[in-house]
């Protein structure tokens, strides 16, 4: 296998993976397992990494750089192993070193875990950043907790989405390391003490429960870079592993009982929280992630520089990712005012000069609220910090907007007994951003437009990014291969090289690998169904991918009621000629969310109608692929055809799965939502598809609720009344007949008399026409690779990469390591 010859680096490198065989396993190469073989190689690559980290972490330090603390409650970072060497510019090397030792390097990268460190968009969004902070040597350290089983594992059973634990740790993790001698304490409960002594306040804990906050640290290496910065883990412990005279008594349940409770904290990502006990450990698991990492960085500064505070913005910018960090604002405060001994108008001064924050979303219900008398009890000194501020906010508010007591009650971060974390950011932080040109239009001119009058210059719109080495360097080695066939690789590193390509979109050799490669993912794809769903699927078939969090706003219902519509018509027009489809799903929904989760039982329903019928003669497949996470958007994005962007105009912040389909050759099926207004800009009308209401179209129809227009679509429209019929007749589910009502009734009366909330049925017709068009274009193949072409090439723009150069030009003020 491999190369006849191996070079000297690459000899040297089977002999190191062959000795890490020996020492760390006490196996010849000869016994030893692919799992082996893996982790022997993560190590090898882990040397060298943390090398270059001692080198990078000595040159910060030399200069004195002002550091990026990226705080975000996710960080969906996918394998590393791959990406690694990729960024290592050793990916050749360690193909011929494993093919020499009788491996396939694809096959032994698979073997590693996904990290359980993330959700979705957003999470993987801050790994894209990290990426790119790395890559352009900027001083970065990202921050969340150690998620012992992640979100969860996804089983779709008897087309139901079951939860099981993500036990992503169970083979270890090969990149972190544990710092145990760096180690702080979180304080939960109990009461606060408030003392005066020699001229100030000083506060006591009384009955205050501990936990102890270990880190673990995961090196993150850059691609072409000579500094490595790192993501900061945070796990949870009891401070005594066991009470030993509960033990000793017989009692040994009660003497391990603390530490399990302890290490809930850093058990699950996202714990239910439709019952309090999952209220009250989301809290305490925003606290403990940002009471550790605040301890850890004034303890950095102090030792650096001593304990000139007014200084700590010019050293350090900490960033908000969303509101789940918001708690890191009060909790600065606390320990410059209680631990450092500075006053209040001080420390406020440097803590407004220190937080930015990043909103994701548009949605009220996703701003997040907590209960006063819940954030006393657990928090009990954070909550008199958070009076404290929206006490003397008020006051201000009352300067600026006299008497206008609906504003102020608007703006305030406690109202109604609940406290407001996004008016805590918007009240503190000196940058405040959205992650779209509309996104941030909304904000300033909608929900945020008080705050935004009061400091508009406080206000970016930054468009999200996407990493270039991980999303097409990694996954699509073909297709980065073709292109840098024509323009050299220098665009993976350099974002405005890539429209270079537009040149060839036309060349019908171009477009002959273009479609070969494109094929070969598809095979690649088909294979996997096969091997996971089986089901047998075409790849000269249109592939129609959307892979997204399941939620009403994204419209996969929209998606399956069109799926419905065409199946209707191959029964009723079995000769009609007809551009045969697979439709892909991949989505999870939160365990709480009863009509995401009956969406995801709908789809699988159908594909068993569909897939099973042999009337149509395999026409049309539908494919719900489970467990959806990032190994496996990496097969959909290389693999799709079309990439389904159809959320309702003004709901979705940006996105970012559109802009991984788009770099690898997928034409967008969109609406005018989210950062699809720029890929429209970017790429031209005539190379994507744009359909339904807009938002400022979709905002009317919620206010004013017009229910005769709905009632009209339904009783005109016979394609989507069938339907829409079909979820209530029993045909999907004969022996359930009644399971998708619910469906049914939302889109027809809606909750609480709004119907159709998400602009399903408005947009239906529009939806269908604009997917008759793709399949039309589809069979004009010149047509069809010049679009994905040009998509391709004018995807340099949602880079990662411009996306943090922006951050570093408006908000943070990192210089580059050198």
């Given at each position: 296998m491999?190369?006849?010859?191996?070079?000297?680096?690459?000899a040297?490198?089977?002999?190191?993976?062959?000795?890490?065989i020996?020492?760390h396993f006490?196996?010849?190469i000869e016994?030893?397992?692919?799992?082996?073989?893996?982790?022997?190689?993560?190590?090898?690559?882990?040397?060298e990494?943390?090398?270059?980290?001692?080198?990078?972490?000595?040159?910060?330090?030399?200069?004195?750089?002002?550091?990026l603390?990226?705080?975000?409650?996710?960080f969906?970072?996918?394998?590393?192993?791959?990406?690694?060497?990729?960024?290592?510019?050793?990916?050749?090397?360690y193909?011929?070193?494993?093919?020499?030792?009788?491996?396939?390097?694809?096959?032994?990268?698979?073997?590693?875990?996904?990290?359980?460190?993330g959700?979705?968009?957003?999470g993987?969004?801050a790994?894209?950043?990290?990426?790119?902070?790395?890559?352009?040597?900027?001083?970065?350290?990202g921050?969340t907790?150690?998620?012992?089983?992640?979100?969860?594992?996804?089983?779709i059973?008897d087309?139901?989405?079951?939860?099981?634990?993500?036990?992503?740790?169970?083979n270890?993790?090969?990149?972190?390391?544990a710092?145990?001698?760096?180690?702080?304490?979180?304080?939960?409960?109990?009461?606060?003490?408030?003392?005066?002594n020699?001229?100030?306040?000083?506060?006591?804990?009384?009955?205050?429960?501990?936990?102890?906050?270990?880190?673990?640290?995961?090196?993150?290496?850059?691609?072409?870079?000579?500094?490595?910065?790192?993501?900061?883990?945070?796990?949870a412990?009891?401070?005594?592993?066991?009470?030993m005279?509960?033990?000793?008594s017989?009692d040994?349940?009660?003497?391990t009982?603390?530490?399990?409770?302890?290490?809930?904290?850093?058990?699950?990502?996202?714990?239910?929280?439709?019952?309090?006990?999952?209220?009250?450990?989301?809290?305490?698991?925003q606290?403990?992630?940002v009471?550790?990492?605040?301890?850890?960085?004034?303890?950095?500064?102090?030792?650096?520089?001593?304990?000139?505070?007014?200084n700590?913005?010019?050293?350090?910018?900490?960033?908000?990712?969303?509101?789940?960090?918001?708690l890191?604002?009060p909790?600065?405060?606390?320990?410059?005012?209680?631990?450092?001994?500075?006053g209040?108008?001080?420390a406020?001064?440097?803590?407004?000069?220190?937080?930015?924050?990043?909103?994701?979303?548009?949605?009220?219900?996703?701003l997040?609220?907590?209960?006063?008398?819940?954030?006393?009890?657990?928090?009990?000194?954070?909550?008199?910090?958070?009076?404290?501020?929206?006490?003397?906010?008020?006051?201000?508010?009352?300067?600026?907007?006299?008497?206008?007591?609906?504003?102020?009650?608007?703006?305030?971060?406690?109202?109604?007994?609940?406290?407001f974390?996004?008016?805590?950011?918007?009240?503190?932080?000196?940058?405040?951003?959205?992650?779209?040109?509309?996104h941030?239009?909304?904000?300033?001119?909608?929900i945020?437009?008080?705050?935004?009058?009061?400091?508009?210059?406080?206000?970016?719109?930054?468009?999200?990014?996407?990493?270039?080495?991980?999303?097409?360097?990694n996954?699509?080695?073909?297709?980065?291969?073709?292109?840098?066939?024509?323009?050299?690789?220098?665009w993976?590193?350099d974002?405005?090289k890539?429209?270079?390509?537009?040149?060839?979109?036309?060349?019908?050799?171009?477009?002959?690998?273009?479609?070969?490669?494109?094929?070969?993912?598809?095979?690649?794809?088909?294979?996997?169904?096969?091997?996971h769903?089986g089901?047998?699927?075409?790849?000269?078939?249109?592939?129609?991918?959307?892979?997204?969090?399941l939620?009403?706003?994204?419209?996969?219902?929209?998606?399956?009621?069109?799926?419905?519509?065409?199946?209707?018509?191959l029964?009723?027009?079995?000769?009609?000629?007809?551009?045969?489809?697979?439709?892909?799903?991949?989505?999870?929904?939160?365990?709480?969310?009863?009509?995401?989760?009956?969406?995801?039982k709908?789809?699988?329903?159908?594909?068993?109608?569909?897939?099973n019928?042999?009337?149509?003669?395999?026409?049309?497949?539908?494919?719900?692929?489970?467990?959806?996470g990032?190994?496996?958007?990496?097969?959909?994005?290389?693999a799709?055809?079309?990439?389904?962007?159809?959320?309702?105009?003004?709901?979705?912040?940006?996105?970012?799965?559109?802009?991984?389909?788009m770099?690898?050759?997928?034409?967008?099926?969109?609406?005018?939502?989210?950062?699809?207004?720029e890929m429209?800009?970017?790429?031209?009308?005539?190379?994507?598809?744009?359909?339904?209401?807009?938002?400022?179209?979709?905002?009317?129809?919620?206010?004013?609720?017009?229910?005769?227009?709905?009632?009209t679509?339904?009783s005109?429209?016979q394609?989507?009344?069938?339907?829409?019929?079909?979820?209530?007749?029993g045909?999907?589910?004969?022996?359930?007949?009644?399971?998708?009502?619910?469906?049914?009734?939302?889109?027809?009366?809606?909750?609480?008399?709004?119907p159709?909330?998400?602009?399903?049925?408005r947009?239906?017709?529009?939806?269908?026409?604009?997917?008759?068009k793709?399949?039309?274009?589809?069979?004009?193949?010149?047509?069809?690779?010049?679009m994905?072409?040009?998509?391709?090439?004018?995807?340099?723009?949602?880079?990662?990469?411009?996306?943090?150069?922006?951050?570093?030009?408006k908000?943070?003020?990192l210089?580059?390591?050198?």
């Open positions: 491999g190369k006849s010859r191996l070079t000297a680096k690459e040297a490198l089977k002999k190191e993976i062959e000795g890490k020996e020492r006490g196996k010849t016994d030893a397992t692919p799992k082996m073989i893996y982790t022997a190689c993560a190590l090898a690559a882990r040397d990494i943390m090398a270059r980290w001692a080198v990078s972490h000595k040159e910060v330090k030399k200069e004195g750089s002002k550091k603390y990226y705080l975000s409650f996710e969906l970072m996918g394998r590393l192993f791959a990406s690694n060497v990729l960024n290592l510019m050793q990916t050749e090397e193909t011929n070193a494993v093919s020499a030792l009788g491996y396939d390097i694809s096959e032994i990268a698979e073997i590693e875990n996904d990290a359980g460190l959700n979705g968009g957003l993987r969004l790994a894209c950043f990290m990426d790119s902070l790395t890559t352009l040597d900027l001083p970065a350290y921050c907790i150690r998620y012992e089983y992640g979100l969860f594992r996804q089983r059973v087309g139901f989405q079951t939860e099981l634990p993500d036990t992503w740790l169970e270890g993790n090969a990149w972190e390391i710092r145990p001698e760096e180690a702080v304490s979180v304080k939960f409960g109990g009461k606060v003490h408030t003392d005066w020699d001229g100030h306040f000083s506060f006591r804990y009384e009955n205050a429960h501990t936990i102890t906050a270990v880190p673990y640290d995961v090196p993150l290496v850059g691609y072409d870079s000579k500094i490595v910065n790192k993501l900061r883990l945070w796990s412990k009891a401070p005594d592993v066991m009470d005279q509960a033990f000793n017989g040994y349940i009660r003497s009982e603390e530490r399990q409770l302890a290490e809930l904290i850093s058990k699950v990502l996202y714990p239910e929280d439709n019952h309090t006990e999952g209220k009250e450990l989301r809290l305490k698991q606290y403990f992630l009471s550790a990492t605040l301890q850890w960085i004034l303890r950095e500064y102090e030792d650096r520089y001593g304990y000139d505070w007014k700590l913005p010019d050293k350090a910018v900490i960033h908000i990712n969303d509101t789940h960090p918001t890191a604002i909790e600065l405060m606390r320990l410059l005012v209680d631990e450092k001994g500075l209040w108008d001080e406020w001064d440097i803590t407004r000069r220190t937080f930015a924050y990043t909103n994701h979303t548009v949605m009220s219900e996703a997040e609220k907590w209960p006063l008398d819940m954030f006393e009890r657990i928090l009990p000194r954070i909550s008199m910090i958070v009076q404290e501020i929206n006490r003397r906010l008020m006051e201000n508010l009352q300067m600026v907007y006299p008497d206008d007591w609906g504003k102020q009650k608007w703006m305030a971060i406690i109202s109604d007994n609940q406290v974390m996004a008016n805590l950011c918007l009240a503190t932080c000196f940058a405040v951003n959205g992650v779209s040109a509309l941030t239009k909304i904000l300033t001119s909608d945020f437009a008080d705050y935004y009058r009061l400091d508009t210059k406080r206000f970016h719109a930054i468009t999200n990014g996407i990493t270039f080495r991980r999303w097409i360097a996954c699509n080695p073909e297709l980065t291969a073709l292109i840098s066939s024509k323009i050299g690789n220098s993976i590193k974002y405005t890539l429209e270079g390509i537009k040149k060839y979109a036309d060349d019908a050799e171009f477009q002959k690998k273009f479609a070969e490669i494109k094929h070969n993912n598809k095979v690649r794809l088909a294979k996997y169904i096969k091997d769903n089901i047998d699927v075409n790849p000269d078939s249109i592939f129609d991918v959307q892979a997204k969090r939620h009403e706003y994204k419209r996969q219902l929209m998606n399956v009621l069109h799926i419905l519509a065409q199946y209707n018509m029964l009723e027009n079995p000769d009609k000629p007809f551009t045969p489809k697979t439709y892909i799903f991949g989505a999870k929904a939160a365990p709480g969310y009863k009509r995401a989760k009956l969406i995801i709908l789809i699988n329903s159908v594909a068993d109608m569909i897939n019928d042999a009337r149509i003669d395999g026409k049309i497949k539908v494919v719900f692929i489970e467990n959806y990032v190994s496996i958007a990496e097969l959909l994005v290389t799709a055809d079309v990439s389904e962007q159809i959320s309702t105009a003004g709901k979705e912040a940006s996105g970012t799965g559109n802009m991984k389909f770099l690898n050759g997928a034409v967008t099926c969109g609406t005018l939502d989210g950062a699809n207004v429209l800009e970017q790429v031209g009308a005539d190379n994507i598809y744009i359909f339904g209401l807009k938002a400022d179209e979709v905002a009317a129809r919620l206010k004013f609720n017009n229910s005769d227009e709905v009632k679509i339904y005109t429209n394609v989507l009344r069938k339907a829409l019929e079909q979820l209530i007749s045909e999907i589910e004969p022996e359930n007949t009644q399971i998708f009502r619910d469906l049914y009734q939302t889109l027809l009366f809606g909750d609480y008399g709004y159709d909330t998400y602009m399903v049925i947009d239906f017709e529009a939806y269908c026409n604009i997917q008759d793709i399949s039309e274009d589809y069979n004009n193949k010149s047509k069809w690779w010049h994905a072409i040009m998509n391709t090439a004018s995807s340099g723009y949602f880079s990662s990469d411009r996306t943090i150069a922006e951050y570093n030009d908000i943070w003020y210089k580059p390591i050198k």
